[in-house]
């Protein structure tokens, strides 16, 4: 990158001795640095944060601009490419990751003209041009500014992908003894109080909502389309982690992961959502998918839910002990099981009704 992208060392080496002091190892245990020195921490945090900003540029499909050293250049683009997924995955895992202002810092040490230049490109679009293929996308709803601070890429990734307001913690008042609740009924028992689910159409992947018809008899939870691939057990258990650090009270996926846990207990379940769109066809079987929430269920496992959550399980569980939901529910089930038969019950009472009428019109005439 020195020669292809014109990348200034001793710029950057300037700029991270005026930081190290203050950031650096911050993010570090205090035991690394009894035996690592100052200088072999800042090759180190050069190195890394030079790779990162190579696959950013090697994702990009993009061709240096000079000619030193190209044929290099373009081999080792082309071996990265093969691998980019992998590596995508492996630049997201939580022990992977090296402090943001380190890779932000070098991003600055390129001329003007260069992808990396922080005057064409923040390093943090750049970087999220770089997962754009990773599931879950983008929330388009979080906006970007040059004054945000981010930790890693691990939390630039996970903040690109959480509802804007996120499910905070403690930031209301209870104020129901539903609201207690740590759990909900899987999606076929919440079937026997007239839920239904629908597929959500929103920006943010883990956006769970639950409202209750206008006569409060039944209730409807809309849940946007999961997809789930082969690298998203990695994904989501490297965001949980991170979610993990006591210093973060924005939590989304544990909760998220903890819900669709109870939801999803059974094959019937999934497939149930599966029928209503939420659940999309991927590689993951409905046994698939159950073992899938299960095994992140036992990391979240004692972990506070967020009041936000809490408040939509006491929703739910107060619609479904509601004994008019239920009986509305009963009968839903036992005369309408699904929409064809449902609209069978009404054709036929339609045909009843009209020939009813037409009865007493005959003995009218008569």
Request: glycine share 4%.
């Amino acid at each position: 990158m020195v020669n292809t992208q014109s990348l200034d060392v001793e710029k950057y080496l300037t700029k991270m001795d005026e930081e190290e002091k203050e950031n650096g190892r911050f993010y570090y245990s205090e035991h690394l640095f009894e035996w690592i020195s100052r200088k072999d921490f800042q090759t180190m945090l050069l190195l890394d944060s030079s790779f990162i900003l190579f696959v950013i540029h090697a994702s990009r499909e993009s061709q240096p601009q000079s000619l030193v050293e190209i044929w290099d250049y373009m081999t080792l683009c082309t071996d990265v490419r093969k691998h980019m997924k992998q590596i995508k995955l492996d630049l997201l895992m939580a022990d992977n990751q090296i402090p943001f202002f380190a890779i932000k810092k070098l991003s600055e040490c390129f001329p003007e003209h260069e992808i990396f230049s922080s005057e064409r490109y923040s390093i943090g679009h750049l970087a999220l041009s770089c997962f754009a293929d990773l599931w879950p996308t983008r929330n388009e709803e979080q906006k970007m500014d040059d004054e945000m601070d981010f930790d890693n890429l691990l939390h630039l990734f996970h903040w690109s992908r959480i509802r804007v307001e996120g499910y905070e913690l403690y930031c209301e008042e209870l104020d129901s003894e539903y609201d207690l609740e740590q759990y909900i009924p899987s999606a076929t028992e919440l079937r026997k109080s007239a839920v239904k689910f629908e597929k959500k159409h929103s920006r943010s992947n883990l956006d769970i909502t639950f409202t209750r018809g206008l006569m409060k008899m039944s209730g409807v939870i809309k849940i946007p389309t999961l997809h789930l691939y082969d690298y998203s057990e990695e994904i989501f258990r490297n965001l949980i982690a991170f979610e993990k650090n006591p210093t973060n009270d924005v939590h989304c996926f544990m909760p998220y992961s903890a819900c669709m846990s109870c939801l999803l207990q059974r094959e019937e379940d999934v497939k149930l959502l599966r029928e209503s769109g939420i659940i999309a066809s991927t590689g993951y079987n409905d046994a698939d998918v159950v073992q899938f929430f299960k095994g992140l269920n036992s990391e979240v496992q004692d972990r506070l839910t967020p009041d936000t959550l809490l408040r939509l399980y006491g929703r739910v569980m107060i619609h479904h002990n509601s004994r008019v939901s239920r009986a509305y529910g009963g009968f839903k089930l036992q005369y309408c099981p699904n929409t064809w038969v449902g609209l069978s019950l009404v054709a036929a009472s339609i045909l009843f009704i009209l020939t009813l009428l037409q009865t007493i019109y005959a003995i009218k005439q008569k």
